[in-house]
């Protein structure tokens, strides 16, 4: 795990967002659950998995209870995912791979609540060090990768999300045409068909695109392994 320690600069009373990339590489057996991100012992804020209910939990205290936002855990058990979790003094919002799946509405504006004596963690639960003797609780701790962990002072929008989550998502094919059609990211190379041929590009360099004739010109490559089937981009000047 990681110790954020206790400073009031991670600890947003107003608004907050939260967010992680995560690779859950073992799915609990005896423990309670995996957190990501947490500062709760009756206060604070924390995501996580959670065995009991099998799903993927934002928890915001706020008003002397917390606002818990779930999601069915069976889409995020494997691979790389996004977690983000938003609270705007009233609204409580959990994102999962830049979408909304859950928000718990607290009828009124209220700041969020913390305990000083509870430290901030990655990959572990917190624990009250003086009620129980230890200050992380041993049920929780994370096995498998985080990374990019943010933590914000405002609660950011349903877009601005949506841009964190895409702007790490790497492209799964990338042709630069330096000289050749080769894929500069795998092995999906292309093959440039007919008359195909290398020209300048739009900053003039040499062999840095190619020209088309419009009659049989292409260039073909193998299928791309990849299962977005649903959601994708392409670009191309």
């Not at 009233?90 to 994102?95: D, E, G, Q, S, V």
């Amino acid at each position: 795990h990681i110790d954020l320690s206790n400073s009031n600069i991670i600890r947003p009373t107003a608004a907050l967002t939260i967010s992680a990339w995560f690779n859950l590489e073992n799915v609990p057996g005896a423990i309670a659950g995996r957190q990501i991100l947490s500062c709760t012992e009756n206060a604070g804020y924390q995501i996580a998995y959670d065995k009991a209910l099998n799903a993927f939990v934002l928890y915001v205290r706020r008003n002397g209870s917390y606002a818990i936002v779930q999601t069915p855990a069976a889409p995020y058990l494997t691979g790389w995912h996004f977690m983000a979790g938003t609270f705007d003094g009233r609204f409580t919002r959990l994102y999962m791979d830049g979408v909304l799946v859950g928000t718990d509405d607290a009828s009124a504006t209220f700041s969020v609540q913390y305990f000083s004596g509870v430290k901030t963690y990655i990959g572990a639960e917190a624990s009250d060090p003086i009620a129980t003797g230890v200050p992380i609780d041993l049920n929780y701790y994370w096995q498998g990768r985080i990374d990019e962990v943010k933590i914000y002072a405002t609660a950011l929008t349903a877009p601005q999300i949506l841009q964190e989550f895409t702007i790490n998502v790497g492209p799964v094919a990338h042709y630069p045409f330096n000289g050749n059609a080769n894929d500069a990211i795998g092995t999906n190379n292309g093959t440039a068909n007919g008359g195909a041929a290398l020209t300048s590009d739009r900053f003039g360099n040499a062999n840095s695109a190619y020209n088309f004739d419009g009659v049989d010109d292409f260039i073909s490559t193998t299928n791309l392994a990849t299962s977005q089937i649903d959601n994708w981009s392409m670009t191309a000047w």
